[in-house]
Nanobody
Framework: QVQLTESGGGLVQAGGSLRLSCAAS????????MGWFRQSPGKEREFVGV???????SYADFVEGRFTISRDNAKNTVYLQMNSLKPEDTAVYYC???????????????WGQGTLVTVSS
């Protein structure tokens, strides 16, 4: 079982930046791909991006080069650096762990509680 805890959310103006962190409890953290998802009010949860066990990344189209996911296996932490934020990025952001790199939520077996990001116009 992997326990995940997100942090770093908050209120930011459009065009600003935030860095989200996701701390994992598992010693085998480096065995998992780590994904970021988000959910806006009234919308379904959507994939944001994923970092593989070896550090490779993949992103949703809407990211458009604005977000960067990285991981620090020594600290059992994954990061989501978000730049050029837009009001439509407002959502609760979740990190999740998967045994394999995936853009679909189904393989992810452990989820954090989420952190709210609000982007004002």
């Amino acid at each position: 079982q992997v326990q995940l805890t997100e942090s770093g959310g908050g209120l930011v103006q459009a065009g600003g930046s935030l860095r989200l962190s996701c701390a994992a409890s598992a010693r085998a953290f480096n065995n998992y791909a780590m994904g970021w998802f988000r959910q806006s009010p009234g919308k379904e949860r959507e994939f944001v991006g994923v970092v593989s066990r070896t550090g490779g990344t993949s992103y949703a189209d809407f990211v458009e080069g604005r977000f960067t996911i990285s991981r620090d296996n020594a600290k059992n932490t994954v990061y989501l650096q978000m730049n050029s934020l837009k009001p439509e990025d407002t959502a609760v952001y979740y990190c999740a762990a998967s045994p394999a790199t995936a853009t679909d939520a189904r393989p992810y077996f452990s989820w954090g509680q989420g952190t709210l990001v609000t982007v004002s116009s």
